[in-house]
């Protein structure tokens, strides 16, 4: 099946600081790809979908500008967390859907836990 | 709109036992189901996916599945469970549109599967 590899799988930063997670499809590209957040014990909650040269599609109250989204390429997208604080810690999740197959099945990362010191 | 309901939020089962793990769907057109596990900071794997055809769906690691469109239903179910099984599971739906493409994938809260020696 289809590959999607998320890096870094853990990183921790300072207050304020800048973090950015990339995704990238390994053996297929990916036209659109899927940012998701996962709190503790909860369900995965879709930020934005990523549009290769387009401008991302955000969800309701997602900012746009605390999470910036680029899909430069077929085969990566990144997650920028700007300026981050605390309650940015989570644990961020990309996927990607393979434009060969029209079930929508999602190929998922192998998510990022991000904490905010 | 779309919805996927998940009414347990844990399941606890001795280890050999069988499991079944709700899920029901919410829809006004066709859709296709999935079932995904996440395994403790991991990404989320696909189990199986229902497309069309036969509405008892086999999956990886001897899960299986069974839609049922009366009662919009796709319950997951092993008939003996390992300690290895212990994850959070997902029931998941994607709507089919207009020429068999399918729009974003919708999650229910999810399910843990606590297997207990």
């Known amino acids: 099946g289809a590959v999607v590899s998320q890096h870094p799988s853990r990183v921790i930063c300072k207050s304020g600081t800048s973090v950015k997670i990339e995704c990238r499809s390994l053996?297929?590209?990916?036209?659109?790809m899927f940012w998701y957040r996962q709190f503790p014990k909860q369900s995965l909650m879709l930020m934005a979908t990523?549009?290769?040269?387009?401008?991302?599609?955000?969800e309701q109250g997602v900012e746009k500008d605390k999470f910036l989204i680029n899909h430069a390429s077929l085969t990566l997208s990144t997650l920028t967390v700007t300026s981050a604080h605390p309650e940015d810690s989570s644990f961020y999740i990309c996927?990607?859907?393979?434009?060969?197959?029209?079930?929508?099945?999602?190929?998922f990362g192998e998510g990022s836990r991000l904490t905010v010191l | 709109a779309q919805s996927v309901t998940q009414l347990d939020s844990q399941v606890p089962v001795f280890e050999e036992a069988p499991v079944e793990l709700r899920c029901n769907y919410s829809s006004s057109v066709s859709v296709y189901l999935f079932w995904y596990v996440q395994y403790p900071n991991q990404g989320l794997q696909l189990l199986l996916k229902?497309?069309?055809?036969?509405?008892l769906v086999k999956g990886i690691n001897g899960f299986e599945a069974e839609f049922n469109k009366s009662q919009t239903s796709f319950h997951l179910r092993k008939p003996s469970v390992h300690i290895s099984d212990t994850a959070e599971y997902f029931c998941a739906v994607s709507v089919i549109v207009y020429g068999g493409a399918t729009n974003k994938l919708i999650f229910g809260t999810g399910t843990l599967l606590a297997v207990q020696p």
């Open positions: 996927s990607a859907r393979d434009p060969r197959d029209h079930t929508g099945e999602l190929f």
């Open positions: 229902y497309l069309s055809g036969s509405t």
């Open positions: 053996d297929f590209q990916a036209t659109t």
């Open positions: 990523s549009n290769e040269g387009s401008k991302a599609t955000y």
